[in-house]
């Protein structure tokens, strides 16, 4: 099998996609078609904005999930969203999804429990058609305050003991634009999710911010790193640094096209997936945004693979690292591994020498 197919048959598992960050074309469309009445001009200036797959500035990106906001600000968009991104994964053969989102209050429109409600009821009706098991995290945006952040914490503590949607809740994940407040306001919030048994993966290090990535990481709150591009020491990070993360053996969530296209990262050689897998370092690869960074997580293991000439050893590796990596109970990172395991034996050998 050709490193393309072999990476689209393994049974993978993602836990970093944002779910606003992950719509397809063909959602967009179905998005904007819903809308070309009520505002022509919106459509075009939207359909530009958010042209795919483009290199931009981080602030740039920041700007596309504006636009992308403003097309599913009400529960219908909401409920199409979550079941479409789910189907993607699904038909992308990933076995395991953590999905993210910033639960958002529109007046008028929903509020923060409205919003969180329709994904996870989307979530089990897409779960019924797929086979594909979604756990969801509700994610702080450091962009909206540490108000904010105590409801969003709020909602996911109400949803802990609700016999649904309880299980499919996992954690928090802590994001937005790295260069707006500063995460250690956030603390508390971060304090008492522990305290309620909520998991923790924290945007970390996506831009060079050594003080604040040693004080999150000192703090013993983050159960994983997402991107963690500026902590090792060829990106510029301190030694005391390198020497936490490695110390505390936390998975690192690597999204090679997203630092990418974003231009925190110059080329895919460049990526630190190179410099962790040589330390041998638990990494996770995932996508971030697939639609807004134009892939899929197959492409990314492609693109991993491909750079680093990885072996079909390292692939079955780094799936099986996504299973460790998750914040499923014991019993069922078990169940999940024994899956992922029989569909890693039955492509054992089948991958044509690169
Ligand atoms: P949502 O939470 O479902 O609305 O997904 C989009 C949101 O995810 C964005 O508004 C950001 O807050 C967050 N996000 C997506 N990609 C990144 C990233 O690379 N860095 C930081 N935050 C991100
Ligand atoms: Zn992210």
Redesign the pocket.
């Known amino acids: 099998m050709e490193l393309l197919d072999y990476c689209r048959s393994l049974p993978k598992v993602e836990l970093h996609a944002?779910?606003?960050?992950?719509l397809s074309d063909a959602t967009v469309l179905k998005l904007l078609s819903a809308r070309e009445q009520q505002d022509g001009d919106f459509l075009a200036s939207a359909e530009v904005t958010i042209k795919r797959g483009h290199q931009r500035t981080?602030e740039e990106?920041?700007q596309v999930?504006?636009i992308?906001?403003s097309i599913?600000d009400n529960l219908e968009a909401m409920q199409t969203i979550t079941q479409d991104v789910i189907q993607e994964f699904a038909a992308d053969n990933v076995k395991y999804l953590e999905?993210?989102?910033?639960?958002?209050n529109i007046p008028n429109k929903m509020t923060k429990k409205e919003y969180m409600d329709t994904v996870l009821e989307a979530t089990v009706e897409a779960m019924k058609k797929s086979n594909i098991r979604v756990c969801l995290l509700l994610?702080i945006?450091?962009?909206r305050g540490v108000e904010d952040a105590w409801s969003t914490l709020q909602l996911a503590k109400e949803y802990l003991t609700h016999d649904v949607f309880g299980p499919l809740v996992c954690g928090l994940?802590v994001?937005?634009?790295?260069h707006s407040g500063d995460l250690k306001d956030y603390l508390p919030v971060l304090q008492e999710a522990q305290k309620c048994g909520l998991k923790l993966a924290v945007?970390l290090a996506?831009v060079s911010s050594d003080t604040e990535t040693l004080t999150m990481l000192n703090s013993g709150l983050v159960d994983r790193i997402?991107?963690g591009t500026f902590i090792h020491p060829d990106a510029g990070g301190s030694k005391e640094l390198h020497a936490v993360v490695r110390k505390q053996n936390l998975p690192l969530e690597l999204?090679i096209s997203?630092?990418i296209k974003?231009g925190t990262v110059k080329s895919a050689c460049h990526h630190h997936l190179g410099f962790w897998k040589k330390e041998n370092h638990p990494v996770v690869i995932c996508t971030?945004?697939k639609g807004?960074f134009s892939t899929s997580l197959s492409e990314e293991f492609y693109l991993g693979a491909q750079t680093f000439h990885l072996s079909e050893g390292d692939l079955h590796s780094l799936c099986l690292n996504g299973v460790d990596a998750a914040f499923l109970p014991q019993v069922e990172k078990q169940k999940l591994r024994q899956e992922v395991q029989k569909d890693l034996d039955s492509l054992k050998g089948k991958l044509t020498c690169q």
């Open positions: 944002h779910l606003n960050g992950s981080l990106c920041f999930f504006r992308l906001h599913t999905l993210r989102t910033t639960p958002k994610s945006d450091r962009a994940d994001s937005g634009n790295p945007h996506e997402g991107h999204c997203s630092n974003s971030d945004d807004v």
